[in-house]
Structure formats: C-alpha cells, structure tokens
C-alpha cells in the first residue's frame, strides 16, 4: 500500500530564506506527483505537477523536483514571503486511480 | 479556469439528519473524489468516482454514500449523521491518469 511522508512536519523561516519541502513515497507505480498549498479552513490550491517520465517543474519561485526511483520529490522555494505562509501537502497519483496524500509540511514564514 | 465548487462552505446539522454535500465541475473530468479532513489524520480518502454511477470506496466509507448520476456531479451522502463525522469535507475532480486535480473550496461540516 502507498505511503506517502513528508518532512520536516513545521518550519518557521525569516522573509527571504531559500526553502526545502521533502516528500516521500513507497511505491513508484505512479503517474504522477502534486504539490498543493491549503491555507487555514480553506480547500487546496494546486501549485506544481511533475509527471512519473520529468524530473523537474518550475512555476514562478516554485521548483519542484522528483526522484521517481528513489521515490522522493522535493519542493523548493525561492526568496521566501510571509504570504507562502501555509501547509504544503504532496500527492502521487498511482496506477490505482487514486491518489495518496503525504501529511503535510507546516510553513510560516516571519516578516 | 478549472473550477470545483461544493454547495456550502459551512453547515450544522443534527444527529441523525440526512446530510446532501454537493460537489460540481466544470472540465468534464472523468474521476471525482471525496476526502475528509481532520488535525494530525491528513487527507482520508471517503469515496471516489471514474464515471458516472460508478464508484469505489475509499479508507474511511463507513456512515457515508454517494451518488455520481451526472458526470458533473458527484454527492456525498451521510445517511444519518453522527458527532463524529464533523470535520472538514473537501471535493476533488480529475481528468484521465496523466492530468492535474483540482480541489473545491470544501466544506466544513458540524454535526450536534
């Protein structure tokens, strides 16, 4: 059974660090990976999705990589700012039709 | 844009109630999910939908159902609702295997 984790669980960061997400996955039959961001009781917005055949994704300061053999994907954010401030949540999408989720990566970021 | 919409962002409800949770979109997309949402258990898969009157249970489908009749459509049903099913309720719609998902706003449901 898939089983998604991610680390570290929270991070508080100064404005204009550069920042690592980890996420990892047991299973590497997947068609692909997604990063989402969830603000506080609101649903999720998706920021990035890296296919099982890509390595990399970027979208603004957002870069996403996955190691599909290794089953590890990393989100990488640039200049941090207090509105990246949110939990980041991973995804696979396996050969199952259904996607797993990863428990999330608590960020804030101080001004 | 892609859009999921769920039909209420918050709702009270009391024990016992039949409770209708509506989700809808707009990209034809084949498969639909729902998920429940509580502190320090994640994301839990409830039920999920390839096609229309199709479905497949999740993790967690005890107390619920659903109904998926339009492919636009897909309902989540707590036949009679109970404490322990408030939570966070969040709607999710997909296209075929190598395509992005996209989330409703959800809804955060109280049972008294």
């Known amino acids: 059974k898939q089983e998604v984790t991610q680390i570290p669980a929270a991070l508080s960061v100064p404005e204009g660090e550069n920042l690592v997400l980890n996420c990892s996955f047991t299973?590497?039959?997947?068609?692909?990976l997604q990063w989402f961001r969830q603000d506080p009781g609101k649903g999720l917005t998706s920021l990035l999705l890296?296919?099982?055949?890509?390595r990399e994704q970027t979208s603004g300061r957002l870069n996403a990589s996955l190691d599909k053999s290794s089953g590890r994907s990393t989100l990488y954010i640039a200049a941090s700012q207090p509105g990246d401030s949110a939990t980041y949540l991973c995804?696979?999408?396996?050969?199952?039709?259904?996607?797993?989720f990863g428990p999330g990566t608590r960020l804030s970021v101080l001004p | 844009d892609v859009k999921v919409t769920q039909s209420s962002r918050y709702l009270v409800k009391r024990t016992g109630e039949k409770v209708f949770l509506e989700c809808v979109q707009d990209?034809?997309?084949?498969?639909m999910f729902w998920y429940r949402q509580d502190p320090g258990l994640g994301l839990r898969l409830i039920y999920f939908?390839?096609?229309?009157?199709?479905?497949e249970k999740g993790d967690i489908p005890e107390g619920y159902s659903v109904s998926r009749e339009k492919k636009e459509r897909f309902s989540l049903i707590l036949e009679s609702a109970s404490t322990n099913q408030t939570s966070m309720y969040l709607c999710?719609?997909?296209?075929?295997?190598?395509?992005?998902?996209?989330f409703g706003q959800g809804t955060r449901l109280t049972v008294v």
């Open positions: 999710a719609s997909k296209g075929q295997d190598y395509t992005e998902a996209f």
């Open positions: 299973d590497s039959a997947i068609y692909n």
């Open positions: 890296i296919q099982s055949s890509q």
């Open positions: 995804a696979v999408y396996n050969y199952g039709q259904n996607f797993v």
């Open positions: 990209m034809d997309h084949e498969n």
């Open positions: 939908s390839y096609d229309v009157k199709m479905k």
